[in-house]
């Protein structure tokens, strides 16, 4: 079965960077490509982009560009999240979930990776 | 960019009634690309419906999608306790390339 396992939770200082791994197991990774939604507390879900699988093609919500870095490795089936210049805004939960390419819609979830922000 | 704009916020029923979620684009949204997911709390969303009506593996058939160009339903007929949730749609557009979604509506089980 289908199965995205992220990192665990961190803390970081303003300014820090912070990275976050998304392991798939249960399909062929270059078959699909992985966007990280991140949902802050109480707050609704936000797309920050999507890295293809099968060459490592990035989209990046311009809200995020020139701070945002997502990367994979084929060899572990393990896709990354590195985000630059952290901000208390940036608390949040930072999901991975595979993309359905056909429909665009996201078919399966990592089970979150909470990034706390505070000094 | 289009927007998607969930109404209502909130809704309030009761086990076995029917619940009518609404979704509205800023602009027309291809149909295929149109979805819904169900968020727990604690939990990962969950997709519930994929290119406007089909239901994702494992769904009731008590979850029916419906719409076209700016306009879009999630229907929940029968309700039941554990329907208690937080709903998002969620569109791809492709000028530019990027996904969004719709703030959520929140629907409580009386």
């Known amino acids: 079965q289908v199965q995205l396992v992220q990192s665990g939770a961190e803390v970081k200082k303003p300014g820090a960077s912070v990275k976050v791994s998304c392991k798939a197991s249960g399909y062929t990774f270059t078959s699909s490509g992985i966007s990280w939604v991140r949902q802050a507390p109480g707050q609704g879900l936000e797309w920050m982009g999507w890295?293809?699988?099968?060459?490592?093609?990035?989209k990046y919500a311009q809200k995020f560009q020139g701070r945002v870095t997502m990367t994979t490795d084929t060899f572990t089936n393990t896709a990354y999240l590195e985000l630059r210049s952290l901000r208390y805004a940036d608390t949040a939960v930072y999901y991975c979930?595979?993309?359905?390419?056909?429909?665009?819609?996201?078919?399966?979830w990592g089970q979150g990776t909470l990034v706390t922000v505070s000094s | 960019e289009i927007v998607l704009t969930q109404s209502p916020g909130t809704l309030s029923l009761s086990p076995g009634e029917r619940a009518t979620l609404s979704c509205r684009a800023s602009?027309?949204?291809?149909?295929?690309?149109l979805s819904w997911y169900q968020q727990k709390p604690g939990q990962a969303p969950r997709l519930l419906i994929f290119?406007?009506?089909n239901r994702a593996t494992g769904i009731p058939d008590r979850f029916s999608g419906s719409g076209s160009g700016t306009d879009f339903t999630l229907t929940i007929s029968r309700l039941e306790p554990e329907d208690c949730a937080v709903y998002y749609c969620q569109q791809y557009g492709s000028l530019p390339p990027m996904y969004s979604f719709g703030q959520g509506t929140k629907l409580e089980i009386k």
């Open positions: 290119g406007t009506s």
């Open positions: 979930a595979r993309n359905a390419l056909l429909w665009r819609s996201f078919d399966y």
């Open positions: 602009q027309s949204v291809s149909s295929t690309y």
């Open positions: 890295i293809s699988g099968y060459n490592g093609d990035t």
